[in-house]
């Protein structure tokens, strides 16, 4: 089916570890983003993409970085993990900014501990 | 304030209930979208607005524009629809973006 896949969808990390959570859309969308979920609060943008090899810092960026380099994959890392960083993380894509729709992955539960 | 406030936070009914959820925004938009999360699951999206009214089976979007103002009506509610209703405006202030509310918690009764 077409759409947002994320993986992995669980893990947990030693505070220090590192990691990568994949974003893969097959839809031929031009812009992707990463977004966290946390209890009380709603989804905060982290880093975004508007087209393959260009990233941008959204609202929350400090201790992630992302890259872009295939223009259906988008990439979040976490250098160095800390027990802040535990979350709900969620991918999107649309087609254009704007009055386009939104498509989202499925999630990626993230524990540091 | 937040730029997007959902009312009510929770919200319970029993099965077969007329459901209304609102949204208030304080920011220029291009367009309102509500979201649907159910518990553990992901997001998914039920209407993008930009104007009107859109129907999709027994889910009603309605926006105001001049009123700033969009809700989410629910027709003869099910057990089903027990989930998390997100309302997101594209904001065309400041760094164009997705803002979103923090969410309305249903919960259906049979």
């Known amino acids: 089916n077409a759409g947002v896949t994320q993986t992995p969808k669980f893990r947990v990390l030693k505070t220090g570890q590192s990691m990568t959570l994949l974003c893969a859309q097959d839809m031929n969308h031009e812009y992707m983003y990463w977004y966290r979920q946390d209890p009380g609060m709603g989804l905060r943008l982290i880093h975004y993409?508007?087209?393959?090899?260009?990233?941008a810092k959204g609202e929350v960026p400090d201790g992630y970085n992302v890259s872009r380099l295939k223009k259906q994959n988008f990439l979040l890392g976490l250098e160095s993990a800390a027990p802040s960083q535990t979350s709900v993380y969620f991918c999107?894509?649309?087609?254009?900014?704007?009055?386009?729709?939104?498509?989202f992955g499925s999630g990626t539960r993230l524990t540091v501990v | 304030k937040n730029e997007v406030e959902q009312s009510p936070q929770n919200l319970t009914a029993q099965e077969g209930e007329f459901i209304t959820i609102n949204c208030s925004y304080s920011v220029g938009i291009s367009a309102l979208h509500w979201l649907q999360q159910h518990p553990g699951g992901g997001i998914v999206s039920l209407f993008m607005l930009s104007s009107g009214k859109k129907k999709h089976g027994r889910l009603i979007a309605t926006i105001n524009i001049q009123e700033k103002h969009s809700s989410l009506h629910i027709t003869a509610s099910h057990p089903r629809d027990s989930a998390v209703y997100i309302c997101?405006?594209?904001?065309?202030?400041?760094?164009?973006?997705?803002?979103f509310g923090q969410g309305t918690r249903l919960t259906i009764n049979p």
């Open positions: 999107a894509s649309s087609y254009e900014a704007g009055a386009y729709g939104y498509t």
């Open positions: 993409s508007v087209g393959e090899g260009t990233t």
């Open positions: 997101a405006v594209f904001s065309v202030q400041g760094a164009q973006k997705l803002v």
